[in-house]
């Protein structure tokens, strides 16, 4: 390749080369600009702003300018930050959250300790007397427990308490996904006993409807196989 090959084919070429390099200085000058004072503006074609850095709305206690982030939905609503409310909360430090239209906060991290701030997550009891829990005879595997979620995540976990109410029998209970079951029975005897089943992979793609349910049998003598759901979840890999 000669040198003249390298040179733009005519007038409008050239000039469309010196619009291109004109282009990318602006950029250029544009960033290091941004870059140098901490600030950031990217906004839709029509104005409408997707992305700030710089001043939060809110001052630190102190009256300084507190730094932040904000991202915006196409339509200019807020739908995350990183910045804190110090006239609120009483604190300079900040957190992530993330907004629904309405400008509630739906999800965000703790900014005092760590973890979660929102949503609230709930918690369930069991029952502790064993006598009041679901019971079968049965000699095969009987449905004691029946939910139906969502696939949110890919695994999820049991926690089981079980125990046979006739001493000398034994029995077992296992849980289904979908109808497959899922880890090894549990065996059971006369005896209150707490056992974790899983982390076991739900079944299906992101989303998919889940149908779980806990089983018992009774293998030996007379009686029942007891058994109560204390606790289950979903959790990552």
Same mark, same amino acid.
């Given at each position: 390749?000669? !040198?003249?090959?390298?040179?733009?084919?005519?007038?409008?070429?050239?000039? @469309?080369?010196?619009?291109?390099?004109?282009?990318? +200085?602006?950029?250029?000058?544009?960033?290091?600009? %941004?870059?140098?004072?901490?600030?950031?503006?990217?906004?839709?074609?029509?104005?409408?702003?997707?992305?700030?850095?710089?001043?939060?709305?809110?001052? /630190?206690?102190?009256?300084?300018?507190?730094?932040?982030?904000?991202?915006?939905? $196409?339509?200019?609503?807020?739908?995350?930050?990183?910045?804190? @409310?110090?006239?609120?909360?009483?604190?300079?430090?900040?957190?992530?959250?993330?907004?629904?239209?309405?400008?509630?906060?739906? +999800?965000?991290?703790?900014?005092?300790?760590?973890?979660?701030?929102?949503?609230?997550?709930?918690? #369930?009891?069991?029952?502790?007397?064993?006598? #009041?829990?679901?019971?079968?005879?049965?000699?095969?595997?009987?449905?004691?427990?029946?939910?139906?979620?969502?696939?949110?995540? !890919? *695994?999820?976990? +049991?926690?089981?308490?079980?125990?046979?109410?006739?001493?000398?029998?034994?029995?077992?209970?296992?849980?289904?996904?979908?109808?497959?079951?899922?880890?090894?029975?549990?065996?059971?005897?006369?005896?209150?006993?707490?056992?974790?089943?899983?982390?076991?992979?739900?079944? %299906?793609? /992101? *989303?998919?409807?889940?149908?779980?349910?806990?089983?018992? *049998?009774?293998?030996?003598?007379?009686?029942?196989?007891?058994? $109560?759901?204390? /606790?289950?979840? @979903?959790?990552?890999?």
């Amino acid at each position: 390749m000669q !040198p003249q090959d390298l040179l733009p084919g005519g007038p409008t070429a050239i000039w @469309q080369a010196i619009k291109a390099i004109q282009r990318e +200085l602006r950029e250029q000058r544009a960033s290091r600009r %941004g870059e140098g004072i901490g600030r950031l503006r990217a906004t839709t074609a029509a104005g409408v702003p997707l992305v700030e850095t710089g001043p939060a709305p809110w001052n /630190h206690i102190d009256g300084s300018t507190q730094e932040g982030i904000r991202l915006y939905r $196409e339509d200019g609503s807020l739908v995350a930050a990183v910045e804190g @409310q110090p006239s609120v909360t009483g604190s300079d430090r900040q957190y992530l959250a993330i907004y629904d239209r309405g400008g509630n906060i739906v +999800l965000s991290d703790d900014f005092v300790g760590t973890g979660l701030a929102r949503p609230y997550l709930p918690f #369930s009891f069991g029952r502790a007397n064993y006598l #009041s829990w679901e019971a079968t005879s049965s000699g095969s595997y009987a449905d004691i427990h029946l939910t139906v979620i969502e696939k949110q995540a !890919p *695994m999820a976990y +049991l926690v089981i308490a079980h125990t046979n109410d006739v001493s000398g029998a034994t029995g077992s209970v296992r849980v289904t996904a979908n109808g497959v079951a899922v880890g090894s029975p549990i065996s059971t005897i006369f005896n209150v006993a707490l056992t974790t089943v899983g982390p076991f992979e739900l079944p %299906g793609a /992101h *989303m998919a409807t889940v149908e779980l349910r806990v089983q018992a *049998m009774r293998s030996t003598g007379t009686g029942n196989v007891r058994c $109560e759901v204390i /606790h289950a979840s @979903q959790i990552e890999s």
